[in-house]
């Protein structure tokens, strides 16, 4: 059975603390990641798409790496904006397994 | 360009009923999932329609059930409504049936069943 650990499940940081936000998973025959980010009492919205190990990609505070094992969300400098929960979704097969997130809140 | 749709935004219902959730799909985007999410929880897949067709689902009783329209909007239907179905529900909207496409979300249905 596919199985999605993300890590840790909550993160209290300053502004401008730089941090990382682990996506530790074990699916048959990955085949893509997607991180998502949500607000409270909304749906996720999408952030980035990995589909092979060692791949990146950036969008203005975060970056995202993906291994044969997990997956990495690096944010640099981070405001209070950031604040939300990070999901990460692994794809094996043809199936989709979404973890149950890392709160993130970013204080002044 | 409009984005996934979903109404209503809340709902309450008693234990023991039925209810109809709507989605409309982000214009081009022609396969639909749906999820529950529970409180703490990550989204968990419920079933995909691509072309008006089941195309996967997920560990959900058959009272669980759904429906796709020509125009790709969508509908889910739950039947003998149950305390534990409380939960946000989210439709998500992609081009294709293989699931490493990128999928946008609604806003979510927030039903609460008392």
């Known amino acids: 059975e596919d199985q999605v650990t993300q890590s840790p499940e909550a993160l209290r940081l300053q502004e401008g603390e730089s941090s990382s936000l682990n996506c530790s998973y074990t699916?048959?025959?990955?085949?893509?990641l997607f991180w998502y980010r949500q607000d409270p009492g909304k749906g996720p919205e999408f952030l980035f798409t990995?589909?092979?190990a060692g791949e990146e990609k950036e969008k203005e505070r975060l970056k995202a790496t993906l291994t044969k094992k997990e997956s990495f969300l690096h944010i640099t400098a981070p405001k209070p904006e950031d604040s939300a929960t990070y999901l990460c979704a692994p794809v094996g097969g043809n199936k989709l397994t979404f973890g149950t997130g890392t709160q993130l809140k970013v204080e002044l | 360009e409009t984005g996934v749709t979903q109404s209503p935004t809340h709902l309450i219902k008693t234990r023991g009923q039925q209810v109809t959730l709507r989605c409309s799909s982000q214009s081009g985007h022609n396969t639909v999932s749906w999820y529950q999410q529970a409180l703490g929880q990550g989204p968990q897949f419920i079933f995909q329609?691509?072309?008006?067709?089941?195309?996967g689902r997920g560990n959900f009783p058959p009272r669980f059930s759904g429906l796709q329209f020509p125009n790709y909007s969508s509908e889910l239907n739950v039947n003998a409504l149950e305390l534990d179905d409380s939960a946000l529900y989210l439709c998500?909207?992609?081009?294709?049936?293989?699931?490493?496409?990128?999928?946008?979300f609604g806003q979510g249905t927030r039903l609460t069943v008392v």
């Open positions: 990995l589909y092979s």
């Open positions: 998500a909207s992609s081009l294709g049936q293989d699931r490493n496409t990128e999928a946008f």
């Open positions: 699916v048959s025959g990955l085949r893509g």
């Open positions: 329609y691509y072309r008006e067709e089941e195309n």
